[in-house]
């Protein structure tokens, strides 16, 4: 199990590397990564959020299936994803963060997004996503830019959350995962 990095620890301030094609343990990484987000009952989860500045994430949209039983399941990894295109309707939707453990707000963010990236398989797409999909794969994408869903709140709402944020930043917020702040 790898340990969740959370809000203070500068490594999710950090835009993330591009991973070399000849990254070494990658598939472990990635297998690690998966069993992590699992664990702390996740739905993506960023390699800067597990202290590895590398533009890869993962996502499984499976836990969704009960809440929401129209969203489309997707088990997949995002090696070096470049974004296409970001299209569609608005689209507000309560979000939490692992990095922001006993946080979420409604934050709105387009609907689909066009997408390249190398899979796990070491292919390179170009697919289009829609939804709840696109939805967690902007979340994971702001990750590797060093940003996280705070940031697409009101000036108001980031006020409310700030001495949340804060006790996250000084270690007072304990998730129920392995966890660092700094």
């Known amino acids: 199990m790898l340990t969740i990095y959370v ?3 500068p490594i999710l301030r950090k ?3 591009r991973v070399s094609a000849d990254e070494p343990h990658l598939q472990e990484f990635v297998d690690e990564m998966f069993e992590t ?14 202290g590895r500045s590398m533009r890869l994430f993962v996502i499984d949209t499976q836990a969704f299936k009960e809440s929401y039983p129209d969203v489309e399941l997707m088990k997949e990894v995002f090696i ?3 974004v296409v295109e ?27 997004i066009i997408l390249t990236y190398t899979n796990r398989e070491g292919e ?51 998730p129920k995962y392995k966890s660092k702040n700094n």
Not at 37 to 50: C, E, F, I, R
Not at 138 to 159: A, C, P, Q, W, Y
């Open 124 to 174: 390179r797409k170009t697919t289009h996503f829609k939804g709840l999909v696109a939805r967690v794969i902007l979340h994971e994408l702001d990750h590797l830019e060093g940003n996280v869903f705070t940031d697409h709140i009101s000036s108001i709402r980031k006020m409310i959350v700030k001495k949340k944020l804060n006790d996250i930043a000084s270690g007072k917020t304990k």
């Open 15 to 17: 835009k993330a590397a």
């Open 80 to 82: 070096n994803p470049d």
């Open 86 to 112: 970001v299209l569609g309707d608005d689209f507000t939707f309560n979000e939490g963060c692992l990095s922001l453990p006993e946080i979420r707000e409604d934050v709105v963010r387009k609907s689909e």
């Open 37 to 50: 987000m699992y664990n702390a009952d996740g739905v993506g989860l960023a390699a800067p959020q597990v």
């Open 7 to 9: 809000f203070g620890h």
